[in-house]
């Protein structure tokens, strides 16, 4: 029995990952730790929680005595994984100090307790938007770190950090750094579930400036894929970009969900841009695809599985669009949808 000590695992793609290890394999167990902030739903693992190789604990990654007491315990874990961050570019533009807490002291902290208890791998699950904007070309994984948003720089920081523990301390440390994800329990507050939910609704979908930024998609369960891989196969000390080369200009996914729905294109709305925000990003996986990583299925497929998931799982997102989130999308759009524009 190998023992994953997943932190984040009920927020978006820690929940799908957790349910990739435990179906791909039979003979690994799995602790989610969560802290179930605004992002955390214990409704993204409801298939799971009966499963006798997961547990689930309540808890922050910045507590060091919690996780202390998860490596001194009977279930301590051979593997950490970490997805757990503030994680959305918006929010940090309104309250960086929590994204500095979770995502660069809570890493430490992770880090710092990986290395007393000695574990065969520290996974840190970071992000494309470390390297920043990217005109032309892509990025590699030796290319510097230029952060944009302030949760960008904590995730580099996070990043860095993570390098340090393997230079100085030898801790084996392995990141992977993903570009923009997208798929089934993404909360609907970044780009595709916040439209996607929207055009069902009919309500305007808020397309930030012209539109015409480009992010370079990757369906959650590829991540997972890219994931499992790196830690079987990745070398400690190594970074790992995980893009599928599917570039899109931000105007023409809006379009896409609209076509799947069959809903206006004047639900389109031009909103006031998002300050600092990244033109382009852009990801060389090579090095991942040099292990034998490549993506399952076309973007388009993805895509119109994923809308059909929103679509068919009302109960999950409903419930989401309610309480906090509403108070959130007025502060962050109230302002915007008031001035905003048709599209032309
Ligand atoms: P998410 O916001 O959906 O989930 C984050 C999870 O972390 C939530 O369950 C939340 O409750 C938990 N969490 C937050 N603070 C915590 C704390 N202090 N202690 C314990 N748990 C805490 O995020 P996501 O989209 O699933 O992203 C997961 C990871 O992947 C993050 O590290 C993010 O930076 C990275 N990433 C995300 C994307 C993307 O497109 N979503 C792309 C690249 C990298
Ligand atoms: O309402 C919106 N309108 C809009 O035009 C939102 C929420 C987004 N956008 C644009 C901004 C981006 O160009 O869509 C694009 C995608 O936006 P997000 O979903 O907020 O993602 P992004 O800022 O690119 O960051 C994401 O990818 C990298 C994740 O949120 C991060 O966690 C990940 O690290």
């Not at 029995?1 to 394999?25: D, P, T, Y």
């Not at 309540?58 to 060091?64: E, F, H, P, S, V």
């Not at 994800?181 to 595709?192: A, D, S």
């Amino acid at each position: 029995m190998r023992r994953f000590l997943v932190s984040g695992g009920a927020g978006f793609i820690g929940s799908n990952f957790v349910r990739h290890l435990l179906n791909a394999h039979p003979d690994y167990h799995v602790t989610v730790l969560d802290k179930l902030t605004y992002a955390g739903n214990l409704d993204n693992l409801l298939d799971v929680q009966d499963n006798p190789r997961y547990r689930f604990i309540k808890g922050d990654i910045c507590d060091a005595a919690l996780v202390g007491a998860i490596h001194e315990s009977p279930d301590r874990p051979h593997v950490v994984v970490n997805f757990a961050a503030e994680s959305h570019v918006d929010r940090s533009l309104l309250d960086p100090g929590s994204f500095l807490r979770t995502d660069v002291q809570g890493t430490y902290v992770l880090l710092e307790a990986a290395r007393k208890h000695v574990v065969e791998l520290f996974l840190q699950i970071s992000t494309d938007e470390v390297y920043g904007s990217i005109l032309e070309g892509s990025f590699k994984e030796t290319d510097p770190l230029n952060p944009s948003s302030p949760y960008a720089a904590s995730k580099a920081g996070g990043d860095m950090l993570a390098l340090a523990y393997h230079t100085s301390f030898g801790l084996p440390v392995v990141i992977t750094r993903s570009s923009n994800n997208f798929g089934p329990y993404q909360y609907p507050e970044k780009f595709i579930p916040l439209f996607v939910t929207n055009a069902i609704d009919g309500e305007p979908l808020p397309l930030y400036g012209d539109g015409l930024q480009v992010r370079d998609w990757l369906y959650v369960l590829d991540n997972c894929r890219a994931i499992d891989l790196v830690i079987h196969q990745g070398a400690p000390g190594e970074v790992y970009n995980v893009g599928a080369s599917s570039e899109r200009v931000n105007l023409e996914v809006a379009e896409g969900i609209l076509r799947v729905l069959g809903k206006p294109r004047e639900l389109v709305r031009h909103v006031t841009d998002r300050p600092g925000h990244d033109r382009r990003y852009s990801l060389d996986s090579a090095k991942l695809r040099s292990l034998g990583w490549a993506p399952s299925r076309s973007h388009e497929e993805a895509m119109e599985e994923t809308v059909r998931w929103y679509f068919d799982n009302q109960w999950w997102w409903r419930k989401i669009k309610s309480g906090e989130f509403l108070e959130y999308y007025r502060q962050n759009y109230g302002e915007r949808l008031r001035g905003g524009q048709p599209l032309g």
